[in-house]
C-alpha cells in the first residue's frame, strides 16, 4: 500500500508566527466579549419594550393565558364527549 500524503509532509517547517496567532486570539476575545455585550443589550431592550407594550393592555397577559386555557379544557372536553357519543351510538348500530 502506498504511503499517505500526509507521511510525506515535512512538518518542521510549519512553523506559524506565534505574535500574530497571539493577537489573533485576543481580537477574537475582544470580538466575542463586544458580540456578548451587544446580545445583552438587545435582549434587554427587547424585554423592555415588551414589558412597556404588555404593560398598556386592558387585560393583563396572565389573564389572557388563564381565559385561552380554560377555552382549550373546554373544548377538549367536548371534543371527548362527542367522540364517546359517537362511538358508542355506532357501537349500538353495529349491534343492532
Known amino acids: ?3 499517505s ?3 510525506k509532509i ?3 517547517e510549519f512553523r506559524p508566527d506565534r505574535r ?4 489573533g ?3 477574537t476575545g475582544i470580538g466575542t466579549l463586544t458580540a456578548m455585550a451587544g446580545v ?5 431592550e ?3 419594550a415588551g414589558r412597556s407594550w404588555t404593560g398598556t393592555w386592558d387585560v393583563p397577559p396572565s389573564e389572557l393565558a388563564a381565559r385561552t386555557l380554560h377555552q382549550a379544557q373546554a373544548a377538549a372536553t367536548s371534543a371527548t364527549r362527542a367522540g364517546r357519543d ?7 348500530q353495529s349491534s343492532a
Open 5 to 7: 500524503t500526509l507521511s
Open 10 to 12: 515535512s512538518w518542521t
Open 40 to 44: 445583552g443589550v438587545l435582549v434587554y
Open 1 to 3: 500500500m502506498a504511503d
Open 25 to 27: 486570539a485576543v481580537l
Open 20 to 23: 500574530r496567532l497571539g493577537a
Open 86 to 92: 359517537t362511538w358508542q351510538s355506532f357501537s349500538e
Open 46 to 48: 427587547l424585554a423592555r
